[in-house]
């Protein structure tokens, strides 16, 4: 049994903006999967009609219905806005920037913390810095790492505490804008709903939501996506994983994370299209199938931990305003 002690270091820029090229010139056809969803908005406002109603109903419940509902109900559908919070980022819904910021803020409600926007600024700089410590905040601190380790119980906690973790990081990445007018907008909206949800139901209903949010990204089945997206669980040098299992159904697809980065400008619904144009691209590349799977090897494994990940030093000439949009710059 081996333990990592540091990340897996490399030299050379992220693998992605290469591929992109690459795609691009053997498969020009897949320029026409560039685009906007408008669609998504109507997957915002069923999700966040529905987070509602089950917190209305639940406004007067026990908290063993409360905790039961939001693990096994309410994660899904909350799970399923921060991917549109996701397309929203990228600017892959509408045609005009405030809309899209409009839709993040409003997909933001039923996860209680007005994360939409600032998700946004620092998740960018994911694409175009991805491992690079000091801005890509996806990638775990050294204290985070060493803090958890590799311990089963280390990353049952992580996992539960995993958005305050994440919120952390972004303290590092000091050179990146984190106060703008969309993160001013982003909180009133939000705390003018907190506000009407514990004024109207009461705290239970605000509980069920938060819990909700809470089990979407941590000890959940769909926390593993945070594994699956970047861990090295599969392969010591393959930098970023895919998921083609059955909740890519209720997730948007979220889990075709190769494809996502080799072409951010392709809204979701487009990504199994960008797959099945370029399979010379991916069929070589491993892939999960199971989060269940992943969620228990991570736990129980102690030979993957938070240094399971690939960092870099060389920031490859990209500036520090890019948008992540490699695919539109290239054609």
Same mark, same amino acid.
């Given at each position: ?166 919120? /952390? ?121 199971? /989060? ?40």
């Amino acid at each position: 049994m081996s333990t990592a002690s540091d990340f897996t270091w490399v030299e050379g820029s992220e693998p992605h903006r290469q591929r992109t090229r690459e795609i691009i010139k053997k498969h020009p056809e897949v320029k026409k999967l560039i685009g906007k969803n408008p669609m998504t908005f109507l997957w915002i406002v069923v999700c966040v009609g529905m987070q509602i109603s089950i917190a209305y109903f639940l406004k007067d419940a026990s908290w063993a219905w409360i905790v039961g509902a939001a693990w096994l109900v309410g994660a899904f559908p909350t799970h399923t806005l921060f991917v549109c919070i996701h397309e929203s980022a990228h600017n892959l819904i509408f045609k005009k920037n405030w809309m899209n910021v409009a839709a993040g803020i409003i997909a933001n409600f039923p996860s209680l913390a007005p994360t939409a926007i600032s998700f946004k600024n620092y998740h960018l700089k994911h694409h175009a810095f991805q491992g690079v410590h000091e801005l890509d905040a996806d990638l775990p601190d050294y204290w985070e790492a060493k803090l958890i380790n590799n311990y089963f119980i280390g990353k049952v906690l992580w996992l539960m505490l995993y958005p305050f973790f994440q919120g /952390f990081r972004t303290i590092r990445c000091i050179e990146l804008a984190v106060f703008d007018r969309g993160v001013i907008m982003n909180i009133i909206a939000q705390l003018a709903f907190d506000f009407a949800i514990v004024y109207f139901w009461g705290w239970p209903a605000l509980a069920y939501l938060g819990l909700s949010f809470l089990f979407s990204v941590g000890l959940h089945p769909l926390g593993a996506r945070w594994i699956q997206e970047h861990y090295l669980v599969l392969d010591k040098n393959q930098e970023t994983y895919s998921y083609y299992g059955p909740l890519n159904g209720v997730n948007m697809n979220v889990g075709y994370h190769n494809e996502h980065h080799d072409m951010p400008s392709v809204p979701w619904n487009n990504l199994p299209k960008l797959k099945s144009a370029a399979p010379e691209f991916y069929d070589n590349l491993k892939y999960h199938t199971s /989060f269940v799977k992943l969620l228990f090897t991570f736990i129980f494994s102690q030979e993957i931990g938070l240094y399971s990940r690939i960092a870099r030093k060389e920031r490859a000439g990209v500036p520090l305003n890019d948008r992540s949009t490699p695919d539109i710059d290239m054609v």
